[in-house]
């Protein structure tokens, strides 16, 4: 009789562990699903930021470990096609215009908010690069100008 019971018993110890085991399990599995999702998309972003650095032109640098566009000075570069695709259109608008330009009417002409300050930051900065760079001429007042 006594072997029963220990039978019994331990049916029911095996039993609670193979539904403890199943139930990590299944735990593994879903975390298993979820890495391979995060995995797919990781490479999926990995493809995108390639194929984005292949379709930039201009030379990239490493600076604290991030890559940075280098935007040329005029005497240092052939022709305005050294820039990234964005700089050379502010150069064409700012060439257009029939005296000094605000980055107001630069950004404008570029489809942005110009209502908003914190739009035209950016655009600023890049005008102002291009002028520390030779590629424009920046005025006491603000204004920018080409450069001949």
């Known amino acids: 009789m006594q072997e029963r019971q220990w039978i019994t018993a331990r049916r029911s110890e095996l ?3 193979a ?3 199943t139930k990590q399990l299944q735990e593994v599995q879903v975390e298993r699903d979820e890495l391979m999702i995060a995995e797919r998309v990781l490479n999926r972003l990995a493809e995108q930021v ?3 650095a ?3 032109a201009p030379a990239a640098a490493q600076v604290a470990g991030r890559a940075v566009l280098l935007i040329p000075h005029r005497s240092d570069a052939a022709d305005e096609a050294a820039l990234p695709g964005d700089y050379r259109r502010i150069l064409a608008i700012v060439r257009e215009a029939d005296g000094p330009v605000q980055v107001r009417e630069v950004g404008e002409r570029l489809g ?3 209502s908003v300050r914190g739009k ?3 655009l600023r900065a890049k005008m102002t690069k291009l002028a520390d760079r030779g590629w424009l001429h920046k005025r006491g007042d ?3 100008t080409a450069r001949p």
């Open 15 to 17: 039993d609670a562990l």
């Open 19 to 21: 539904e403890q085991l």
């Open 50 to 52: 390639q194929a984005d």
């Open 54 to 56: 292949k379709a930039v």
């Open 112 to 114: 942005l908010d110009a």
């Open 120 to 122: 035209l930051e950016p």
């Open 142 to 144: 603000g204004r920018f």
